[in-house]
């Protein structure tokens, strides 16, 4: 018999009784979302302030160091589903080793989405850093990467993840596991 992981949220309880209590007081659910929401946020920003105090000043928590040939593979990555975003180069296939074939389909429909959406004729260019948040799940590493594109004078919000399975990083250890391109 298997079983399917089950994915736990600490305090999920807690805030589906707040919502709870909300509705039983005839609040929209709209505004009991928005309530929640800003309480969620004061939280953390209360906690981020609590340690910064006691760090002196010190960053809360470290920024992931990512090594640098990950980075390497993500940026060739980004530079290739890039290419096939502006319309540079043929669709990612499972040929590319960059991506998984959802990975890869997720490139191919941004840049179908960009084509139907848009007369732009503008290529996209990355020019800075990328936020990259890193996840450790056993020997599984997931990297979260955001960042900013410009398209002729607009900007768009790129969003990437990756992973690796392993903790040594090697040739195409890095895989592209979804892409997307946010369209206003």
């Known amino acids: 018999m298997t079983t399917s992981p ?8 807690g805030i589906a009784a707040a919502y709870a209590d909300m509705r039983r007081y005839n609040v929209a659910p709209l505004a009991a979302s928005d309530w929640l ?53 043929s ?12 990975g890869a389909a997720a490139i191919n429909r941004a840049a179908v989405a960009r084509k139907v959406r848009t007369n732009d004729t503008h290529r996209a260019i990355f ?3 990328p936020d990259i948040d890193t996840v450790e799940n056993g020997k599984e590493t997931i990297y979260y ?11 768009r919000a790129l969003t990437a993840r990756f992973t690796s399975t392993t ?13 997307d391109v946010l369209l206003p």
């Open 6 to 13: 089950a994915y736990v949220i600490p305090g999920a309880e």
């Open 37 to 89: 929401i800003e309480q969620v946020k004061d939280a953390a920003r209360d906690d981020i302030a609590q340690q910064l105090e006691r760090n002196h000043g010190a960053p809360a928590e470290e920024s992931p160091n990512v090594a640098d040939l990950v980075l390497r593979q993500i940026y060739r990555a980004i530079g290739v589903a890039l290419a096939v975003y502006n319309n540079q180069r």
């Open 91 to 102: 669709r990612v296939t499972d040929m590319d080793h960059i991506a998984t074939p959802q």
């Open 127 to 129: 020019e800075y850093t």
């Open 145 to 155: 990467v955001s960042g900013v594109i410009y398209v002729g004078p607009r900007v």
């Open 167 to 179: 903790n040594a990083p090697t040739a195409h250890s890095v895989t592209l596991t979804h892409f």
